[in-house]
């Protein structure tokens, strides 16, 4: 049965269908690669990328064509490139993923969606920094000038830490709930079906995949 004919079945617009399978797609591979490198088995990594019809790359290539384009996110300066490039910002990055135990690799994804590394990005909704905070949230994490990029990293590490936590360490699901809020993942049961934040997921983790096969010490809690 076509996904068309599944979707009118259940009454849910195709579209939103596929970006659901596409997502639960994602997840899946996500849990296989962080099991993998936490076991330090680049075999076992290998594998899991080819478990999906085409590879992981093939699955965040589709789950953004059934995305279609996506809807501008509060960052003022999101990045053009593949993700895979070293940055100023890549020592910070590595120590306040160790600090607080998230992939640096997914943070570094994270800053390039957000910001694309321009430390003075400022969006229209009041965002600002590489990590994008809003005022209330830098405040809550104690950044005090989100502009500063050593505070925004810091800030922006420890709230991606907070949603890891929150959701049992589903990468997909942190990134989100630092996209739409956690309350849009709880009510969801996952990553809710906005466009916008389908499209952020799926961009971060090919952003951080690109990092890692362009650095492969990297891996997840720190480099080795």
């Excluded at 019809?53 to 064509?65: D, E, I, K, M, V």
């Excluded at 279609?68 to 890549?90: F, H, I, K, L, W």
């Amino acid at each position: 049965m076509s996904t068309e004919s599944v979707a009118a079945a259940a009454g849910v617009p195709a579209g939103e269908l596929a970006i659901s399978q596409r997502v639960q797609q994602l997840q899946a591979l996500i849990e296989q690669t962080s099991q993998a490198a936490l076991a330090g088995s680049p075999a076992a990594v290998s594998g899991a990328y080819s478990s999906s019809p085409g590879g992981f790359a093939s699955a965040l290539q589709a789950a953004g064509t059934a995305v279609g384009t996506p809807v501008a996110y509060q960052s003022s300066a999101t990045g053009a490139g593949g993700g895979s490039e070293s940055t100023p910002y890549d020592a910070l990055i590595s120590n306040a993923a160790q600090r607080y135990g998230v992939d640096p690799a997914v943070l570094h994804g994270l800053i390039q969606q957000e910001s694309g590394f321009n430390p003075n990005a400022q969006s229209s909704a009041g965002a600002s920094g590489l990590t994008q905070l809003m005022p209330g949230t830098a405040s809550s994490l104690g950044v005090a000038n989100p502009l500063d990029p050593t505070e925004s990293i810091e800030g922006g590490a420890r709230y991606l830490s907070q949603m890891m936590g929150q959701f049992g360490g589903n990468t997909a699901d942190a990134l989100a709930a630092y996209n739409a809020g956690p309350g849009a993942v709880q009510k969801y049961g996952g990553v809710p079906p906005y466009a916008e934040t389908q499209s952020y997921v799926s961009k971060v983790l090919g952003y951080a995949e690109a990092f890692r096969q362009s650095h492969p010490m990297t891996s997840v809690g720190g480099v080795a």
